[in-house]
C-alpha cells in the first residue's frame, strides 16, 4: 500500500465549476502538507501548504486537513481553464534535516469551456 | 523567486552510455533533490542532498550516482544507461518547510 493515495483521473469539468480534489494517508506522523499544480512538460510549482488541520484559503484555491481521518483536499472554485493541469499533493515529517517529500501520484484536471 | 535550472529540456542517450544531468539554483538552499516522474507512478526519489558532498540515497538509487561539489550544483549521473531509465528526470531545491522549488525537468530518452 502506497502511504499517500491519490486519484489519477482524469477530472473533466466546465468552467465555472467547483473542483474537489483528494488524497489519503496512512502515515499518522505526515505534519506538512502541499499541493503542487503541474502544467504539461514542466516541473510542479507549489501552490498551497499547511501543517495544521482546518482550511486554508488563497483567492479561488483552499486546502482542507483533516488528520483525524488521514485526508486532504485541495477546492477550487470558479475553475478556469487556465487550471487545467496535474495536482499532486505531498506531504512531510518534519525532522529538521533532509526536508523529504512524500508525493501523491497526481489528479489531472480538465476545465472546459 | 528562487530559480531551479535544468541544463537539458530534452536528452536522447544511447544504451550503456553515461550520463549526466546537471541542476544548478540561485538561492543558496542546503537540500536538493532528484526525481524521476513516470506515468502512474508519479514522483519517486532517487537521491537527495542537504549539504556540500553530502547525499542521501532515496527510495529508487539503483543504476545512479550523484555529485554535489557546490552548494548550488547537483550533478545526477547515469552510470551506465538503460531503456528502463527513460523517464522525465525533476530536480529541485529547499531552504526550509516552504516546499519545494522544481526545475522545468528534463526529458530523457535512452534507445
Not at chain 1, 32 to 38: G, I, K, L, T
Not at chain 1, 39 to 46: I, N, T
Not at chain 1, 80 to 88: G, K
Not at chain 2, 16 to 35: A, I, P, S
Request: aromatic share 12%; proline share 3%; net charge neutral.
Amino acid at each position: 500500500q502506497k502511504e499517500v493515495e491519490q486519484d489519477p483521473g482524469p477530472l473533466s469539468v466546465p468552467e465555472g465549476a467547483i473542483v474537489s480534489l483528494n488524497c489519503t494517508y496512512s502515515n499518522s506522523a505526515f505534519q506538512y502538507f502541499m499541493w503542487y499544480r503541474q502544467y504539461s512538460r514542466k516541473g510542479p510549482e507549489l501552490l498551497m501548504y499547511t501543517y495544521s488541520s482546518g482550511n486554508k484559503e488563497d483567492g479561488r484555491f483552499t486546502a482542507q486537513v483533516d488528520k483525524s481521518s488521514k485526508y486532504i483536499s485541495l477546492f477550487i472554485r470558479d475553475s478556469q481553464p487556465s487550471d487545467s493541469a496535474t495536482y499532486l499533493c505531498a506531504m512531510t515529517i518534519l525532522t529538521g534535516g533532509g526536508n523529504k517529500l512524500t508525493f501523491g501520484t497526481g489528479t489531472q484536471l480538465k476545465v472546459e469551456l | 523567486d528562487v530559480k531551479v535550472t535544468q541544463s537539458s529540456r530534452y536528452l536522447v542517450k544511447r544504451t550503456g552510455e553515461k550520463v549526466f544531468l546537471e541542476c544548478v539554483q540561485d538561492m543558496d538552499h542546503e537540500n536538493m533533490f532528484w526525481y524521476r516522474q513516470d506515468p502512474g507512478l508519479g514522483l519517486r526519489l532517487i537521491y537527495f542532498s542537504y549539504d556540500v558532498k553530502m547525499k542521501e540515497k532515496g527510495d529508487i538509487p539503483e543504476g545512479y550516482s550523484v555529485s554535489r561539489e557546490k552548494k548550488e550544483r547537483f550533478s545526477l549521473i547515469l552510470e551506465s544507461a538503460s531503456t528502463n531509465q527513460t523517464s522525465m528526470y525533476l530536480c529541485a531545491s529547499a531552504g526550509g518547510y516552504y516546499g519545494y522549488t522544481f526545475g522545468s525537468g528534463t526529458r530523457l530518452t535512452v534507445v
